[in-house]
């Protein structure tokens, strides 16, 4: 079935280093992409997403591009700041009904 | 502003009470979901619905059962809670148009906890 895997955290680092968050997918067909991100204390909101294979979706300086080849779909930030510290979940579209399947979640850590 | 508002962030309940989650969104969504995130396993779908009185089994509903009389409002409900169940219990909703990725909005999240 389809699923998602994503790096195991806690990734920890200083304010202003660069950061990758790996994720890969198994599906069939061309599911959607998506990045969601939890604040401390707060439900999830969305970061990002792709819905075809070379998208490359961004916000608030975060990008992360659909790699069909690879099945990959890679967060990253060029420099991370302490309001960044959060969880972040890997995400695909699977089946109708807008249903999702996350990953595990990986844990960012930003020090000042 | 969009908003998913759920019951309580924090309960306590012991083990074999019925335990209703309530969930309220102010969107006019067609679709709402209920999960729950536990450590290293991410969200798991536990139910969702599409409609008024419609509902979908979602990835893990054993021991749990929904309740939708307004679109507005969805409820999930432990029949007989255990302490398996203890977790961070997190609702969604979301439009339904047909041919479109439809973002899910999600509520704060209800921390149960079942001694």
């Known amino acids: 079935g389809n699923s998602v895997t994503q790096m195991e955290g806690p990734v920890t680092l200083s304010e202003e280093a660069f950061l990758t968050i790996n994720c890969t997918y198994t599906a069939t067909g061309y599911p959607s992409l998506f990045w969601y991100v939890q604040y401390p204390g707060e439900g999830l909101q969305l970061l990002l997403k792709?819905?075809?294979?070379?998208d490359k979706g961004s916000n608030k300086g975060f990008e992360a591009t659909y790699r069909k080849e690879t099945t990959s779909f890679h967060l990253e930030k060029g420099s991370v700041q302490v309001s960044d510290s959060a969880v972040y979940f890997c995400?695909?579209?699977?089946?109708?009904?807008?249903?999702?399947?996350f990953g595990a979640g990986t844990r960012l850590a930003v020090h000042p | 502003d969009v908003k998913v508002t759920q019951s309580s962030r924090y309960l306590v309940k012991r083990t074999g009470e019925k335990v209703f989650l309530e969930c309220v969104q102010d969107?006019?969504?067609?679709?709402m979901f209920w999960y729950r995130q536990d450590p290293g396993l991410g969200l798991r779908l536990i139910y969702f619905?599409?409609?008024?009185?419609?509902?979908e089994k979602g990835d893990i509903p054993e021991g749990y059962s929904v309740s939708r009389e307004k679109k507005e409002r969805f409820s999930l409900i432990l029949e007989s809670a255990s302490t398996n169940q203890t977790s961070m219990y997190l609702c969604?909703?979301?439009?339904?148009?047909?041919?479109?990725?439809?973002?899910?909005?999600f509520g704060p999240g209800t921390r149960l906890t079942v001694l």
């Open positions: 619905s599409y409609d008024v009185k419609m509902k």
């Open positions: 969107m006019d969504h067609e679709n």
């Open positions: 792709a819905t075809k294979a070379d």
């Open positions: 969604a909703s979301s439009f339904f148009r047909q041919g479109k990725i439809n973002e899910q909005f």
């Open positions: 995400a695909l579209f699977s089946g109708g009904y807008n249903k999702l399947i």
